[in-house]
């Protein structure tokens, strides 16, 4: 073979290594892509969260209990579901963009709806009216698409603040003038406090009773004045888990004076 032939093979020899190598690189990238897992819409996994601390409301006014998804995808299309101890009957289902009144427990009929001003930023939100007592402890909230669901778990306490105390006089045949605070609508069972007008604590009897229909808590607390140096005195009743608090103050009859 002459030099010029030998040149020419070896060249045709390089020319062929050099696509045998392209080849090679195209086929590892056309690999490592199948290998690669699909590109997602971020719905497929999601975490839903709930507030972190039990969420207070006043017997007879509205409770929100709010629920959102991580990362903070729409929630439209979604099954939204809040529920007590069982997934059905539900406390709201919120399904197509409607409410599911025949998933419903009977209790929360006519007392619910679906607060949509922020699904948009994955947050969803429920409002129990009117509440009550039955209301009081844990929830759930599920979210599903498709076959991907999850929830999360908040608590709801309620509270009662009852009305502003009522105290009556009465003398009590010569033992001393007794008088009785009456106030009702509490839970749970609040602290009942007696002073004087110079503001020192006055001992107290105090008894509480259920309410049968509502399970609010009645008060009636009594106090027996012998010193006739007290002129007047305050009953004040608070709930534990409220700063609110509720007094009334009354003269006692001048014969005490």
Known sequence: MSPGSRA???????AKTRCGRASLLRCTVAFLFL??????NGRADFQVQGPHAPVLALV????????RLVPSISTEGMELRWYRNQSSPAVLVHRNGEDVHQ?????????TSFVSDHVARGEATLRIHNVTLFDNGTYHCLFKEGTSSNQATLWLTVAGLGSKPRVQVVDDQGTGIQVKCTSAGWY???????????GQPVPAVTNFSL????GLVAVVSRVTVQNRAVQGLSCSISNPLLPERKEAESW????CL
């Open 211 to 214: 309410s049968a229909t509502t």
């Open 35 to 40: 290998q690669l897992p699909p590109p997602g």
């Open 188 to 198: 749970p069972e609040p602290l009942v406090e007696w002073r004087d007008l110079r």
């Open 60 to 67: 007879g006014e509205d409770a929100e209990l709010s629920c």
């Open 8 to 14: 020419a093979a070896s060249e045709q020899g390089m």
């Open 103 to 111: 998933e419903q427990m009977v209790e929360y009929q006519g007392r």
């Open 252 to 255: 006692l009859p001048g014969e």
